[in-house]
């Protein structure tokens, strides 16, 4: 796992944005895993201004997004079907007819999951995921316990998730008590793997994550065995690592490896 540690928000999503940029000109039809929720929000603002200011084009690219409320509609404000659409597809030059986000009013929902896993396989893979990281360590929606090598399925959220969320919500009865989401598995066969964090609030999650055992307690640490994960952290985050200074050491000597 390589590990980058940049000074705040700002560096971390622009950090984000130039891997995530590198890889479309390298392979424009890149089948890209996308993440929601307030971490990657600043990559998408990035990659939008890469496009508008920048050229970069997302016309070949395929996109495959982690989650989504289960019993939401795409119109719904806090659907993510919504926020996609609102903060990065609507800025770019994507064909929507190649993005895919699970569909919250499915009436199979099991059915539904085989074929999303289908259409992924279909799409040679997921070339790069992007994740951000719950307060309990869930990536996507996979709660402590999730099995490490599930798929995508639709799965009963747990408090602390329910409670994280309200705030995007009128009050914590209105946030969604299921979703579909991508499993640990589904995750971790993707090709290459950018995993974002920022502030103090993640920084003792991270360090479990990272540096501790991997566990379905805590279904980001099976991270710990993909070949091909970069972690961007801002300095808040990075700060209960036990290690950090030798991560930057080695982010350094990478860096200066490939020439930048």
Do not use: W
Request: some cysteine.
């Amino acid at each position: 796992m390589e590990i980058i540690v940049k000074k705040n928000y700002e560096e971390m999503s622009k950090e984000a944005a130039r891997i995530v940029k590198e890889r479309i000109e390298k392979k424009p039809d890149l089948v890209l895993g996308l993440a929601t929720g307030s971490t990657p929000l600043g990559l998408y603002q990035e990659l939008a201004r890469m496009h508008q200011k920048e050229g970069l084009s997302f016309k070949k690219v395929k996109t495959f997004n982690l989650d989504e409320y289960y019993g939401l509609s795409p119109e719904h404000p806090q659907s993510y079907h919504y926020f996609m659409n609102l903060n990065f597809f609507s800025k770019i030059d994507i064909n929507i007819a190649n993005t895919h986000i699970p569909d919250g009013l499915t009436r199979e929902p099991n059915h539904f999951c085989l074929e999303y896993e289908e259409e992924i396989e279909k799409c040679g893979g997921i070339d790069l995921q992007i994740l951000g990281i719950g307060g309990d360590g869930h990536v996507g929606f996979n709660e402590p316990a999730s099995s490490l090598g599930s798929r995508t399925r639709i799965k009963t959220l747990n408090e602390q998730t329910i409670k994280d969320n309200s705030r995007f919500f009128k009050n914590i009865d209105e946030v969604p008590k299921y979703a579909i989401t991508m499993g640990v598995g589904t995750i971790i066969d993707a090709k290459e793997i950018i995993l974002m964090a920022s502030g103090k609030n993640k920084s003792l999650i991270i360090a479990k994550a990272i540096e501790g055992p991997v566990t379905s307690q805590i279904t980001a640490s099976m991270l710990q065995v993909h070949p091909k994960v970069i972690t961007i952290l801002d300095e808040d985050a990075a700060s209960s690592l036990k290690k950090k200074d030798y991560y930057k050491f080695v982010a350094e000597r990478v860096k200066k490896f490939n020439g930048n």
